[in-house]
């Protein structure tokens, strides 16, 4: 147990709670990719796997244009949500960015570079997380829409 002024909070609780805000951000980097059309776009849960982190994002782009708007894409959705990168690497190369925010780690590849390193099957051992169906069931918001996607009122 936990002592944090007057209450007490079981470890168990606080940890639940953590790793639901986990997934929830592996889910919501997720739906980044997606929508900038990363393609394959997985989530891996490496929760009873590794205590390194909690879950991969991996998603292919098919530009280094494309990686950069992806990679900054979630950088900025995961910072909505008071999670800061730690670190990030590849940024400068063409095939293959890894951002670390501590719980969740983003891998943006080309597809030859994601072929390569064949991460899925590397942590063969980690379930896929419906990314889309978790966002679903906690209700988490759409993003908004770029500007100059609103409806005409005239």
Known sequence: MKTTGSSTISSSTSTSAASSRSLQHA????????????????????????PLFDY??????????????????????????????????????SNWIVEDYGDVVLHVFTGETRELYDLENLWAD???????????????APPDSPPGDEPSTD
């Open 27 to 50: 889910c919501l980097c997720a739906r980044a990719c997606d929508n900038l059309r990363g393609e394959n776009t997985i989530v891996l849960d490496l929760t009873g796997i590794t």
């Open 56 to 93: 991969f994002v991996i998603t292919t782009g098919n530009s280094r244009r494309q990686m950069h708007a992806i990679a900054e894409e979630c950088d900025r959705v995961l910072a909505q949500q008071n999670s800061r990168r730690m670190g990030v690497e590849g940024y400068d190369e």
């Open 126 to 140: 980690a379930p896929q997380v419906d990314w889309q169906d978790q966002l679903e069931k906690s209700g988490a």
